[in-house]
């Protein structure tokens, strides 16, 4: 028993140290030609890279990936941008990794993260993305507890799949020798195979779901959502994202970037809701935010009509309008307007 025991440490020792170094050392090989909703953040670094001017970054989540109509912020203020906004699940200290691997001296942020979002994230998204986009493996800390967890899993699964073919395999044998004995066959555990069922428009949670400037457009055109995807009521606590945020603006502040905050859009009902939730994160964030807040809550506050399909994610008519406000929003900042002008005279 004692000698078991012992093989059995040694084992899992191997096991850990491997996923290890894997995870550390080597990096995930790249799918660019994955059509995964999160290969969006491949074509969003890519259009990042090539202005090579001042250029103005949104960071946030899905709001800005569905709500934000860059070409008409870029043509109105007249300076180039890129749309950084993808998945809240991401967290706020991977968004914040990931502005600082875009931006540049005189660039200006524009944050706009959802309500009380977690700094960490998920960490399995985070995982996949690095696989789909090795660079993002950048923005978020390796975890070999659960990197360990999820490959004994992948194992189960593999020896799953194993097992289900072989009884699959002899359960095909003994309906061709033995006819007669069909009907127990079918009692018999077997692999099934789901239909693949293509269908003729693009998949809004996809990376054809994008136009050149790698926001979400799939959507424009579809009919609202009967519901939306609910946040709940929240429970009011002090907000993790002040202090990481004001890490971010003492780093940008050092490297010559101006960063500002945008309260994100939300419908009329559910803010309601959680109003008394928002009022005191406000207060916390204007009393200990070391950046310039630009809107309250309820400027991008809309009608339940002018969402898709969560509450963050808005249609066509929600789209423009949050767009045309947040311009608006920045026009009547005087220190922003010189910014841009200055923006625009530096080749």
């Known amino acids: 028993m004692k000698k078991f ?12 140290g491997w996923i290890t170094y894997t995870g550390t050392f080597l990096p995930p090989v790249a799918v660019p030609n994955s059509d995964d909703y999160m290969a ?30 860059s070409k008409m912020l870029r043509d109105q203020l007249g300076v180039p941008t890129a749309n950084m906004g993808l998945h809240a699940g991401l967290g706020i200290d991977f968004m914040l990794k990931e502005a600082k691997s875009v931006a540049k001296k005189n660039d200006v ?57 072989q009884i699959n395999s002899f359960t095909t044998t003994l309906a061709y020798l033995f006819p007669q004995e069909k009907k127990l066959t079918n009692n018999l555990p077997l692999a099934v195979v789901k239909p693949i069922v293509q269908v003729s428009k693009v998949n809004i ?12 457009v799939a959507h424009l055109e579809e009919y609202p959502r009967e519901s939306l995807a609910s946040d709940g009521i929240w429970t009011y606590q002090y907000w993790e994202g002040i202090k990481v945020i004001n890490n971010f ?4 502040k050092e490297n010559g970037i101006e960063v500002y905050f945008l309260f994100p859009n939300y419908p009329y009902k559910e803010f309601s809701e959680n109003k008394n939730a928002v009022m005191l994160l406000e207060k916390d964030m204007r009393n200990n ?13 809309y009608p339940n009509a002018y969402f898709f399909d969560t509450h963050y ?11 045309q406000d947040m311009i608006n929003i920045i026009k009547k900042n005087e220190k922003i307007m010189l910014l841009l002008e200055k923006m625009k005279k530096i080749n």
Do not use: M, W
């Open 289 to 301: 935010l070391n950046i310039e807040i630009l809107n309250t809550p309820t400027q991008f506050v």
């Open 109 to 165: 942020i524009f944050l706009s993260i959802e309500y009380f979002l977690f700094a960490k994230g998920d960490y399995k998204l985070q995982k996949h993305t690095s696989r789909i986009f090795p660079k993002a493996t950048e923005f978020y800390t390796k975890n070999t507890f659960l990197d360990t967890q999820d490959y004994l899993n992948d194992c189960q699964g593999i020896y799953k799949k194993v097992i289900d073919k």
């Open 249 to 252: 603006a003492e780093y940008a």
């Open 40 to 69: 969006i953040l491949i074509d969003k670094h890519r259009i990042a890279d090539s202005i090579t001017t001042p250029k103005i970054i949104l960071v946030g989540g899905s709001n800005l990936a569905f709500g934000i109509d």
């Open 205 to 216: 949670y996809s990376r054809q779901a994008t136009n050149k400037e790698a926001d979400i």
């Open 5 to 16: 025991i012992i093989k059995s440490i040694i084992f899992l020792t191997i096991i850990i």
């Open 313 to 323: 994610h808005l249609n066509k008519i929600g789209r423009e309008k949050r767009t």
